[in-house]
């Protein structure tokens, strides 16, 4: 008899690939790659400068990577925007803040313009940020209401969307 659970466990890990190269691949390398100019110099080259992006882009790198296994793991499902969630996920990163996975990417987009040294890629940063700021807004926020309900209205309440709280989110049922 086939083991449905491996299956279906090696089934999400395909989904979850496909969907890392689709999005965040392309976000943090084929754009970056397709506008990235040599003969820039707004942010200067220097060794500290690329010190810096590195650990950016190691620190971004890590973040998205936990939380993409938090979404395999808990939530049930990938990164992806089309890609059904089973439960909210509020573990990890995802106590201090309710998008920690974009923020990984926007770390890696910050330190890949200041590696670089490309003043197109900080612009491409800026302008990354606003259209998922326009996306959550306007559709994954409610989306996620309603699937979610008061669980998530709760949890909205009280973490912030982008830059992480000091203190762990903890659910009210949790404290007890």
């Known amino acids: 008899?086939?083991?449905?659970?491996?299956?279906?466990?090696?089934?999400?890990?395909?989904k979850n690939l496909r969907d890392i190269i689709v999005l965040p691949f392309s976000v943090t390398c084929l754009v970056p790659y397709s506008i990235i100019d040599p003969a820039e110099d707004l942010i200067p080259d220097t060794i500290s400068l690329r010190i810096s992006g590195a650990v950016l882009m190691l620190g971004g790198s890590s973040l998205f990577t936990y939380t993409v296994l938090l979404f395999n793991r808990i939530g049930k499902g990938t990164l992806a925007p089309w890609s059904e969630k089973v439960k909210l996920v509020i573990?990890?990163?995802y106590r201090y803040c309710r998008n920690p996975m974009i923020t990984g990417v926007a770390l890696v987009l910050a330190g890949e313009a200041l590696f670089f040294h490309s003043s197109s890629i900080l612009i491409w940063l800026f302008i990354f940020i606003a259209v998922n700021t326009v996306y959550f807004l306007l559709m994954e926020e409610p989306a996620l209401l309603k699937k979610f309900g008061s669980e998530y209205d709760v949890y909205r309440a009280q973490v912030p969307r982008w830059l992480p709280r000091l203190k762990p989110y903890v659910k009210e049922r949790d404290v007890r």
């Open 91 to 93: 573990a990890g990163p």
């Open 1 to 14: 008899m086939p083991d449905v659970t491996s299956s279906s466990t090696r089934n999400l890990w395909l």
